[in-house]
């Protein structure tokens, strides 16, 4: 059995299908909504394709569709096939619309189609859940842009509603990121997992999650580091690896150093 992730982004609201080991997790439209300072945001052009990178490792689309009033919305898409994972983001971009200086009330919702007969399970105090056909376990999300444990108040919630599950978030400022990373191995999903959101430096100064963003996943004893920059690439810190680039996903060798799962400069 093999992992896999289709898309077809000929409309606004692309459709996803994703299989992991012959069994279906996501089926249909992955459909958005966002607002900046009040305003909805629409589509006012197609999807375009960003970047694609293909290798034995892993499977990197990233799309970028223009919003009203000069908005982006840039979609990120990793299929890991070795690690058994997908990641998937939005980042809602208002950096070169909004006057210097000037930050908006980003509110971000996305949803994503669960296949048929799925059901999404919710832990009691952390914000993780996790897809089951009937008593199997399938995959488990964690969306880690959030504090892990609930008892955090954030602007943000991940539930499902009807048969979508729905991530939304909102910030104050120019850029907005929403990821949500999906342990598709079906031995690691009954391990304790965890995450964490990371403080980004530059010039030995903490920026903004605006600016850029850095996430730790662990599961079991198997850890990765995610970085993605949200403005102009610049050289920063996050846990102790500097990057001067996009985006990066990388695991950690039990050595305690990083290897590049994908590098996008």
């Known amino acids: 059995p093999f992992d896999s992730l289709g898309v077809?982004?000929?409309?606004p609201d692309l459709r996803v299908e994703l299989t992991a080991a012959d069994r279906s997790i996501l089926s249909g439209t992955w459909?958005?909504?966002?607002t900046a300072g009040g305003k909805p945001l629409s589509a006012v052009g197609p999807w375009e394709e960003v970047c694609w990178h293909s290798d034995r490792e892993v499977d990197y689309l990233e799309l970028e569709l223009p919003l009203t009033g000069g908005w982006k919305l840039q979609r990120q898409m990793a299929l890991a096939r070795n690690d058994q994972f997908l990641y998937l983001a939005d980042a809602v971009l208002g950096e070169e619309t909004l006057p210097p200086?000037?930050?908006?009330?980003?509110?971000?919702?996305?949803?994503?189609?669960?296949?048929?007969?799925?059901?999404?399970?919710?832990?009691?105090?952390?914000?993780?859940?996790?897809?089951?056909?009937g008593r199997k376990r399938l995959a488990r999300l964690l969306p880690t842009a959030l504090p892990e444990w609930r008892a955090e108040f954030c602007s943000g919630e991940f539930f499902q509603k009807d048969e979508q599950l729905v991530l939304q978030q909102a910030a104050e400022g120019r850029n907005l990121y929403a990821p949500l990373w999906l342990d598709l191995s079906p031995t690691r999903v009954r391990r304790e997992c965890t995450w964490r959101r990371l403080t980004v430096g530059e010039n030995l100064e903490v920026q903004p999650r605006d600016v850029a963003a850095g996430y730790r996943v662990q599961c079991?004893?198997?850890?990765?580091?995610?970085?993605?920059t949200l403005s102009p690439k610049a050289s920063r810190t996050v846990l102790g690896q500097n990057f001067a680039v996009d985006f990066v996903l990388c695991r950690f060798l039990s050595s305690g150093k990083i290897e590049d799962i994908v590098e996008i400069e």
Not at 8 to 11: C, P, R, T
Not at 109 to 126: G, H, I, K, S, W
Not at 220 to 228: I, S
């Open 101 to 133: 200086g000037a930050k908006a009330e980003i509110r971000h919702t996305y949803r994503l189609p669960l296949a048929d007969e799925l059901v999404f399970n919710q832990a009691a105090e952390a914000r993780e859940g996790a897809v089951f056909k």
């Open 8 to 11: 077809d982004y000929s409309q």
């Open 220 to 228: 079991g004893k198997e850890q990765w580091l995610v970085y993605r």
């Open 31 to 34: 459909d958005f909504e966002t």
